[in-house]
């Protein structure tokens, strides 16, 4: 393999992991604040059917990078309500959206698109989105482990009575 293959292997591997790093980074920093977040999932699979279905209603990517934030943040503010507001079961919740979400995207993209999920795009490789993402998810992977505030959570650890 070439400098340049390996190059843009490793390019395309942090691309496609950011939005996974980005999750986890939620994931972590829920469980450290003491509350359960089951519904990543169903907050990725939103934000990435809102992402693909405004970038190619409006051919630009940055627009669908902004509708699939806002639609992962609306699914979790949902779960929050229901959780906080309604005194629901934070794990039924957070598994009512991971459920809700597939189905939404399925019968949005079946009205919107013809289709069953799959959403005809046109190949965002190489997009300058798609970099500033991952430079994101690296940055906020770095500051959360080397801010005072990330280092205080990894010196708490599982036991808030240490601090």
């Known amino acids: 393999m070439s400098l340049e293959g ?7 591997g942090v691309a496609a992991g950011a939005p996974i790093a980005l999750a986890a980074l ?10 359960l977040s089951v519904a990543l999932e ?5 934000g990435a059917f809102a992402a693909a279905a405004v970038a190619v209603a409006t051919g ?5 990078l902004a509708a699939g934030l ?7 503010l949902l779960v929050g309500f229901a959780a906080g507001r309604l005194r629901a079961d934070v794990f039924v919740a957070g598994l009512a959206a991971n459920l809700l979400a597939p189905g939404a995207a399925s019968l949005l993209s079946e009205e919107l698109f013809g289709t069953k999920g799959v959403i005809p795009a046109p190949s965002l490789a190489g997009a300058p989105v798609l970099a500033i993402m991952a430079l994101a998810a690296l940055v906020i992977v770095a500051a959360s482990a080397l ?4 280092l205080r959570l990894r010196a708490v650890g599982e036991r808030n009575e240490a601090a």
């Not at 169903?42 to 939103?46: D, N, P």
């Open 6 to 12: 390996f190059t843009r292997l490793v390019s395309a």
């Open 26 to 35: 939620g994931g972590l920093l829920t469980e450290a604040a003491g509350a």
């Open 42 to 46: 169903g907050a990725m699979l939103a």
């Open 60 to 64: 630009n990517a940055a627009l669908g």
């Open 70 to 76: 806002l639609a992962g943040a609306f699914l979790g």
């Open 147 to 150: 801010t005072p505030f990330g």
